[in-house]
């Protein structure tokens, strides 16, 4: 086997054109994770930057009212991963900039799909794009005729005569194009660990191995698929049509008809809906604005028997502050029941979607792949959980404040210091370890795994030597 | 052209079921995309029906409260709908971007942006209600089976399919010799086989759209309909042509597939993504801190102006008010001034979102620059604008945006120092104003 294997290698360095093409992709894989690595340093300098500037305006602030404060609020920048330079996933289509203030939840605006013409359908020339539809057709089509043609020259006797099995034969022929493939995976890691050395930890690292693995197992099921249909077919051009058109199916036509189909079997409510729903609920509740609320009364009546005192006026505290929190905590529990309600739907929208790889192990691949960058869904939503949970602790001690800082219920006009606004933490969000939520990609491990045992057991069964 | 070669392609697709089923597959999917794009046509009218629906109630309500004496909700009894400033307040504005009648041929950038807005004195083109409608993100990463789609980016892979081993078989089977022999043009021999497809799907693709024209009102289409056919005609001609000398030079159908895959992917996927990751690269997401200090630190900054100050701003803003008598009067009225704000930090965030537009048009003007290396982002966005689904096609909504709220802070601010009074007459006046 391992002879064959050899022979196999020195067939491929033998041919010219794949000694331009194995040259021709390294130096793609240098020069696109150069550049990734470079424009995604750019995008994080140019959050921090944001980032830096809207703290420095609030470090910056003048003694003023904390309601106020709360108006004005703050932003949290959605910040790019180290590995967002492998695969952007969600990224392109996301918001960027989420306002962060008192009264109401904002969504995440300012997408980079929204600020330009369309240019790539395919996404940024990133590694990703390379090795999920580049490499992948290169493999097919260097395998789909590495069994018929030891057929036609005659070789495939040949070796048999001199006491190689079949099945022998076939495995080192897949083995020999997976070792190519494992070459250009190690060298995209390896220039991973070289550009980002100083950033990379332990995540990080278990991060690359993921990606690393994911793509090595689905090279070994495109492989493997397509020497599989080159067995059984034992025709170049049926076997090629074949390939391509299941690749097409694959990369192109089931991850579209099977994002519509979850969205279809699990619909999603539209953004005016949402909006009413929220309006609606959060009219139930206090509204810190209008005096004449009658859920404010029932507030100012309970605080008033918390201080046995008999009128606001007697008040230790700024009853205005308690009942801003008041209002702002009832419109937290609207927010999670209609945002909650909502991510939910979005996450059985993307398990049914990671199912899908049961017929499509590209669906498994791609979620593998933007979980390894940590650009799905799942990453995108944590962060903006990340910046609620801010958003609350935020304006909850800026009510705190103006309501026990040392101000009296009617003192409008009363101001925190400077040294208060600048205790407030600052938003600092850090990824979350892709170990903690590795168990929501399960599915997509198994039905990598299921593939590649199906197809072993196909190849297995297809090359006994009856079968030639 | 040659009607026995013709025939002689049509047996040998006939014969083949690869080819017939991806051409049959091609053509049920660009069905199934039209029909997707029907079906978020049609959801987007059932929203904007649905929002000038509860517009009207809103409407009816406040000439309710006209007919009745009432001015203004039970529980705010500081609103004063007489008073221009409250009845303007309560005057709903919503702006839609309507899909057009050809919006199933092409979603383009559609699900990148919404196509809604309630505008108030204080909206502005950027902000958070702009965002897309709500749609799963790896959905919209993976797109939509959209016909521009199939047409710019599966077609020549159905092309590759059909034509890959013309010339090519007879290469493999060692009979290419033969063909010589029996034809001496083997050029109109290769081009007239090619040509079977092309026309075959060409028709196949016209009547699509042209379909598609007829159901949605073709009188008024008809110049759309023609450049999308001519658009989509000559994109695809341009594929057959490099496609005829790839088959003509190639030693074998495999060899021919591989170069015209390479082909695609180096026109539909590798320069396309190239140019995407230099445009990043040059022109970084844009964070618009510039725009949100206008929102936030300077609108803080603009409110804590004196009054004169803020008085002097709105002079210049709006010279016809210095006609009014309020602006005449020796002392100034501070809370005019006040509710006149909004008019002052419009005028702001129309500076900032020049500014943003003028980032973005540089992008897009480096993304123009690439279309002679980068066809396909032409076509594709050319066919967008067509069907008014591409950047500038949400920019015009945009600018309508930006019209609407000028018209009603500047309506706002000159009925206010006018003093005028609201009855139900003077509200529909403002309706038309403001619809």
């Keep these: 086997m391992i002879n064959i294997f050899y022979n196999e290698w020195l067939g491929f360095l033998r041919n010219k054109l794949f000694l331009f093409f194995i040259s021709f992709f390294v130096i793609l894989l240098i020069a696109v994770t150069y550049f990734g690595v470079i424009q995604n340093n750019k995008q994080i300098e140019a959050q921090n930057d944001a980032h830096d500037h809207i703290r420095a305006q609030w470090d910056e602030m003048s003694p003023s009212n904390p309601h106020s404060a709360a108006h004005f609020g703050t932003y949290a920048f959605k910040p790019n991963s180290i590995l967002n330079n492998l695969d952007e996933g969600v990224n392109a289509v996301t918001g960027v900039v989420l306002r962060l203030e008192g009264h109401k939840q904002n969504e995440v605006a300012f997408s980079e799909a929204s600020q330009s013409l369309t240019i790539s359908q395919f996404g940024k020339f990133k590694v990703s794009l390379l090795f999920q539809f580049i490499i992948p057709l290169f493999l097919i089509f260097l395998a789909f005729n590495i069994y018929t043609t030891e057929i036609t020259s005659g070789r495939l006797k040949l070796l048999l005569v001199q006491g190689n099995s079949l099945r022998k034969i076939v495995f080192a022929k897949i083995l020999s194009l997976l070792s190519l493939s494992t070459i250009l995976l190690s060298i995209t890691i390896l220039l991973q660990l070289i550009f980002n050395f100083n950033k990379i930890e332990l995540d990080q690292f278990v991060r690359l191995n993921i990606f690393f693995w994911s793509y090595f197992i689905y090279y070994f099921i495109i492989i493997a698929y397509t020497v599989l249909l080159s067995i059984i077919f034992k025709k170049n051009t049926s076997s090629l049509s074949m390939t391509i058109i299941t690749w097409l199916l694959w990369t192109i036509f089931l991850p579209k008809t099977i994002g519509n189909f979850t969205e279809t079997i699990t619909p999603l409510t539209t953004r005016i809906e949402l909006s009413e729903n929220m309006k609606e609920d959060r009219s139930q509740g206090i509204d810190g604005h209008n005096p004449f609320d009658t859920r404010k009364k029932d507030l100012e009546k309970e605080v008033l028997d918390k201080y046995q005192v008999d009128s606001l006026s007697q008040l230790p505290v700024n009853f205005a502050g308690i009942l801003m929190q008041a209002d702002e905590e009832y419109g937290n529990s609207v927010w999670d029941k209609h945002y909650g309600d909502l991510y939910g739907k979005l996450e059985t929208q993307k398990r049914h979607y990671q199912l899908s790889g049961i017929i499509n192990p590209f669906a498994s691949l791609q979620s593998l792949s933007m979980a390894a960058a940590g650009t799905d869904l799942f990453h995108h939503l944590d962060f903006l959980n990340a910046s609620e949970l801010y958003r609350r602790y935020f304006i909850k001690t800026l009510n705190d404040e103006y309501a026990f800082g040392g101000s009296k219920t009617g003192e409008r006009g009363w101001k925190a210091t400077n040294d208060f606004f600048r205790s407030i933490k600052d938003f600092n969000y850090s990824e979350k370890k892709l170990f903690f939520i590795l168990h929501k990609y399960i599915v997509d491990i198994i039905c990598l795994f299921g593939w590649s045992f199906v197809l072993l057991f196909l190849i297995y069964y297809h090359s006994r030597k009856g079968f030639l | ?435």
């Design chain 2, 1 to 435: 052209m040659n009607i026995n070669i013709f025939l002689f392609e049509f047996k040998h697709f006939a014969r083949n079921k690869a080819k017939i089923f991806s051409y049959l597959f091609f053509v049920l999917l660009c069905i199934l995309s039209i029909y997707n794009g029907y079906d978020l046509m049609n959801t987007q009218l059932e929203t904007i029906s649905e929002i000038k629906a509860k517009k009207d109630l809103e409407i009816n309500k406040i000439l309710g409260w006209h007919d009745s004496g009432e001015v203004g909700p039970e529980d705010k009894p500081w609103v004063n709908i007489t008073d221009p400033y409250w009845s303007i307040r309560y005057t709903p504005t919503y702006i839609f971007k309507e899909p057009s009648p050809l919006f199933p041929l092409g979603i383009g950038q559609a699900e990148q942006f919404g196509f809604y807005k309630k505008i108030t004195r204080w909206s502005s083109t950027y902000d958070t209600d702009m965002v897309e409608e709500i749609s799963n993100y790896e959905r919209l990463i993976n797109g939509n089976i959209d016909f521009s789609f199939l047409i710019i980016f599966l077609l020549p892979i159905l092309l590759i399919i059909l034509t890959y081993n013309i010339n090519g078989m007879e290469k493999d089977l060692r009979f290419d010799k033969l063909i010589f022999i029996q034809n001496n043009k083997v050029n109109f021999w290769l081009l007239n086989r090619l040509l079977f497809y092309l026309i075959l799907l060409i028709i196949s693709i016209n009547f699509l759209i042209v379909s598609v024209g007829f159901v949605n009102g073709f009188d008024n289409n008809i110049d759309t309909v023609l450049k999308l056919i001519l658009i989509s005609n000559l994109y695809i001609f341009c594929f057959a042509l490099i496609f005829f000398f790839i088959n003509k030079y190639s030693n074998t159908s495999s060899s021919a597939a591989f170069k015209m895959i390479s082909i695609w992917l180096m026109f539909c996927v590798v320069i396309p993504g190239t140019v995407h990751q230099y445009a990043s690269f040059k022109y970084p997401v844009n964070y618009m801190t510039d725009f949100l200090d206008i929102n936030r630190k300077q609108t803080y900054e603009v409110f804590k102006l004196e009054n004169f100050d803020l008085y002097d701003i709105l002079m210049q803003i709006q010279p016809e008010l210095s006609e009014t008598q309020k602006a005449q009067d020796t002392v100034i009225d501070n809370q005019l001034v006040r509710r006149s704000i909004s008019t002052i930090i419009n005028q702001m965030n129309i500076g900032a979102t020049f500014e943003i537009e003028m980032q973005n048009e540089n992008k897009n003007e480096m993304i123009k620059s690439s279309y002679i290396i980068n066809p396909v982002s032409y076509v594709q966005n050319l066919w967008n604008s067509c069907i008014f689904t591409d950047y500038y096609a949400y920019k015009d909504y945009r600018s309508k945006i930006q019209e609407s709220i000028l018209s009603r802070n500047q309506l706002i601010v000159l009925e206010m120092w006018r003093e005028n009074k609201v009855n139900k007459e003077k509200y529909k006046d403002y309706l038309k104003i403001l619809n």
